[in-house]
């Protein structure tokens, strides 16, 4: 994970661990909302913990993607991918993409930036996951 804080990276795996799990964990991290949060107060230019938040967010709320909150999120994501860009990885990138095409409503090329993740990271459960919800839509 491209963060220099331990909390964000140990945050962004407890709210990856409840949105697969389909649960909030409130004894430990009051939900996975607060999670989320906490975990970008942790870091806030934690590139994958934007795109966990704003992908989660999206999808939950059934693709009501004419939000200006959420246009401004990512286009505050953006922002940041362009004065991080020399740092950011490969990964990062598609999954930043994968945002962009879903505040877009491009919902099938979202669904193929997160197919290509898979490729040549299986093991990336946010990828899973996001491509596993935009199925349904």
């Not at 990276?9 to 709210?15: G, I, N, P, R, T």
Request: hydrophobic fraction near 40%; charged fraction near 25%; charge should be negative.
């Amino acid at each position: 994970l491209n963060t220099p804080s331990n909390e964000a990276c140990k945050l962004y795996d407890a709210a990856l661990r409840q949105y697969v799990g389909w649960y909030d964990d409130k004894l430990a991290f009051n939900g996975l909302g607060s999670t989320l949060d906490q975990m970008l107060n942790a870091d806030n230019e934690f590139v994958l913990g934007h795109c966990l938040k704003y992908g989660i967010e999206m999808i939950g709320n059934s693709m009501c993607l004419s939000s200006d909150v959420y246009k401004h999120n990512v286009e505050s994501l953006v922002q940041l991918a362009k004065l991080k860009r020399s740092n950011l990885t490969d990964l990062e990138l598609m999954h930043i993409n994968g945002i962009r095409n879903l505040i877009d409503g491009e919902v099938v090329k979202a669904t193929d930036c997160w197919e290509r993740i898979l490729v040549d990271y299986p093991n990336d459960m946010m990828a899973a996951r996001f491509a596993h919800d935009t199925y349904f839509y």
